[in-house]
């Protein structure tokens, strides 16, 4: 049998003479042992490795067996691991059910019978090596992920029609009203999508970054842009005419559905922007827009540190008052969620706030 194969055991037990009477003993089961004296160390241990079965004392000093069983348990890489407890004969009833109750499957009592022992491991041996082998079938025969869309490649595609322009902050890339004759793709940067009504009201409908599209409208046949895109950092924009867009696109059919992809990802983006801004608290909406900026949800690194955006833009993109987002933002300061040194640094533990109940 390889050594990529073996089956770990771990023993766990306070007394280094009993530790070396079982590496003795199981020894023969041709596994490999991994010995550990407290329960610190069995908890240092599961952290790291996957074991077919856990030995383990139920007296010891410091964290005993059974606090140890427990948070073995509590750890979703150890969740499922067989415990067996190792206990004296003076042990009563009442603490062979309190193992039961944080996760064991068996009690061995002192002294040992070497047969029982290697016959109840065995088990334990068999079923490790079965589950592997059927998670190894199931990846194996698990379908070839759907391959994302990679922008770069796709415009590689595109031979004419096609210009880079670079942009100052606050800079306008189209406006609303503009005949909407190209699509544009986000090398660098960040822009921002705003709309305002008849009556002088704006508000701001996306924030968008590298690697998204935008006015992509004009390909099912929008005139005229429906927002006004203004670079909200020095960028980077790709614009592609119209023509040469939907040609690629019928050229290319696996990159046109790959585009399609994108698309539809992008649509179910907005419908929960719809569904946050119904449903959700202006503190909730707040979070979730500062966590999707720093870009966590998405592939790669979150950014260490997103640009500059005001209080009122941020008031705007929620649908709430400036002095609101400034109460919560302090909030946020107060619990580590966010800190305001050298830009905006947004935790990963603000996404407690949008899961809260």
Known sequence: MSSSSLASILVVDDDQRTLMAMRELLQCLGQKLVLANSGEEALRCVSKDDFAVILLDARMPGIDGFETARLIRERQRSRHTPIIFVTGARD?????FRGYEVGAVDYIVKPLIPEVLKSKISVFINLYAKNAALVK?????????????????FLTKVAEGKSISAYQKKQVVF???DLADSISYIQKGQIRLTVVSDHGKQAIVAVLEAGDFLGEG???GQPLRMTTATAMTESSVVRIEKSAMIRTLHQEPSLSELFMSYLLARNIRIEEDLVDQILNSSEKRLARVLLLLAGFGKEGKPAAVIPKISQEALAEMIGTTRPRVNFFMNKFKKLGFIESKEGLRVHSSLINVVLRD
């Open 92 to 96: 009563d009833l009442g603490s062979m």
């Open 137 to 153: 079938e199931i990846a194996e025969h698990k379908p070839e992920q759907t391959s994302h869309f990679d922008a770069q490649a």
């Open 175 to 177: 406006a609303q009203g």
């Open 218 to 220: 004009c390909l099912a």
